[in-house]
């Protein structure tokens, strides 16, 4: 029995507008800049202009790499609301696919800007079993001091009293034919900028490891007698990875790409004492990527944002699957490594419309 479990950062799936650069440059959107605004009133006309003219292309696109994931369950991050997702669903998935995912599911988290973690699943798998949810527990609202977690690095941003996860953790358990699964959904804090002598990555670094201690804390209650048969998946965008590829020359003149491992990363503590594996690391080194990061020439590289961490019971049962990664809807300004060139769906801009900055992970799974 398969199944097909994807997760996606659709990246800003909103429902409404965000007014903020008027005050905020750091917030506007470049293209405004071009123009002499005067008003606030002005700006939140054309505001409204530029988003609705580019959300159009960018749903379009969003839709075409959920299709191409073809998954009976789908994991997104940077969803609205309910509403958002209906919405979507109506006026751009179904064309794509259909009435595919009838069962959806989101919790409102933390997250400043309203952004959740959200899952989607059809009612049978390609093969014709029931996809059944048992129950769906949120989370958000525990505290470092609730788990043990509060220590001297996050004392530098936090309080005790502070919740863990920066959105949720969203515990899924379902059955599938019959069979047990349990999901949990993540969206861990992003790296934001530096501070005290540290890059955006390690400056933030101490709040995704506690999100990861405290998964890993609510896999081991979920199972309490054992993790080795455990039927579990971490699914979601980490924010963070344990290598990249940094890429060197430019298009004139061609690219390069260098596969760096990093001294230490939140997700060392999945991988501790083979807690759960990372099923992307199946594909060569060079191929794992799901996200491009530029700021400028001098700071460029690929790396793996998005998971799905399989427990050693998964990873045991299906020991040669391998995991696609969906590409098409990345933009052309993406470098791709050799012999990982792909058509990109109709409509990619060089930077914008896209997909999302980030690219789906879908994986076939014996269970």
């Known amino acids: 029995m398969s199944l097909r479990l994807a997760s996606f950062n659709i990246e800003n799936l909103m429902s409404r507008f965000d007014f903020t650069g008027f005050r905020n440059q750091l917030k506007q959107d470049r293209v405004l800049r071009l123009f002499d605004i005067r008003s606030e009133a002005d700006y939140r006309r054309l505001e409204e202009a530029r988003t609705v003219a580019i959300t159009d292309d960018t749903r379009q696109l969003s839709a075409l790499a959920i299709a191409e994931c073809d998954a009976d369950i789908l994991c997104l991050q940077e969803v609205d609301d309910m509403a958002s997702i209906h919405a979507f669903e109506y006026g751009y998935l179904f064309r794509m696919v259909g009435h595919g995912y009838r069962q959806k599911y989101l919790i409102e988290g933390n997250d400043s800007r309203g952004i959740d973690v959200a899952v989607l699943m059809r009612e049978t798998t390609r093969d014709g ?10 989370h958000a609202g525990l505290a ?18 502070d919740r863990i996860f920066r959105r949720d953790c969203l ?23 530096g501070r ?28 309490p007698d054992g993790l080795d048969a455990a039927p579990f998946v971490i699914c979601g965008d980490m924010n963070d990875y344990q290598e990249r590829i940094d890429v060197t020359g430019d298009r004139r003149n061609g690219f390069g790409f260098e596969h760096r491992v990093e001294a230490a990363s939140a997700l060392d503590v999945f991988t501790r004492d083979g807690f759960a594996e990372n099923a992307v690391a199946r594909r060569p080194a060079l191929d794992r990527w799901t996200l491009f990061h530029a700021r400028g020439p001098e700071e460029r590289h690929l790396c793996q944002l998005d998971y799905l961490w399989l427990s050693p019971a998964l990873s045991r049962r299906n020991p040669v699957a391998v995991p696609e990664i969906v590409r098409a809807g990345q933009p052309f300004r993406t470098p791709f490594p050799p012999g990982q060139a792909v058509e ?24």
């Open 196 to 223: 005290d002598g540290l890059d955006g990555r390690q400056a933030t670094m101490p709040v995704r490891i506690a999100e990861a201690e405290a998964v890993r804390i609510l896999v081991s209650r979920r199972f």
């Open 144 to 161: 470092y001091a609730d788990l043990g977690l509060f220590n001297a690095d996050l004392a530098r941003t936090n309080v005790a009293s």
């Open 171 to 193: 515990e899924v358990e379902l059955r599938i034919g019959g069979r047990p699964l349990t999901l949990f959904v993540v969206h861990f804090k992003s790296m934001g900028p």
């Open 129 to 138: 079993e029931a996809i059944e949810c048992i129950n769906v527990t949120t």
């Open 344 to 367: 990109r769906f109709p409509r990619i801009g060089w930077d914008r419309p896209k997909a999302s900055d980030h690219c789906p992970v879908v994986m076939a799974l014996d269970l």
